[in-house]
Nanobody, 115 residues
């Protein structure tokens, strides 16, 4: 059975930083792409950052230069380093791993950016 667990969310002031972690079990992460999505209240879920099994990364324009996605295949984990946070980054953040027709999601972690 596949389990994906996000951690590291919380309340942070504008300009601050958070590091989200994604722990994966039940599969070998090295053959999967990993993605971070977010969903703010009343808005659709959006893709924030992705990293392929080969390590290529891609970011939404809104987070480029501020967020960094990474993965550690040996530990079956991934992370999203978020710097210079803005109130508009407030959302539930979800870790997703995907390969072909296999698509697994975590339960999400709340990030709130507010003074």
């Amino acid at each position: 059975q596949v389990h994906i667990v996000e951690s590291g969310g919380g309340l942070v002031q504008p300009g601050g930083s958070l590091r989200l972690s994604c722990a994966v079990s039940g599969i070998s992460l090295n053959i999967y792409a990993m993605n971070w999505y977010r969903q703010a209240p009343g808005k659709q879920r959006e893709l924030v950052a992705s990293i392929t099994s080969g390590g290529s990364t891609n970011y939404a324009d809104s987070v480029k230069g501020r967020f960094t996605i990474s993965r550690d295949n040996a530990k079956n984990t991934g992370s999203l380093q978020m710097n210079s946070l803005k109130p508009e980054d407030t959302a539930v953040y979800y870790c997703n791993v995907r390969r072909g027709g296999y698509d697994f999601w975590g339960q999400g972690t709340q990030v709130t950016v507010s003074s």
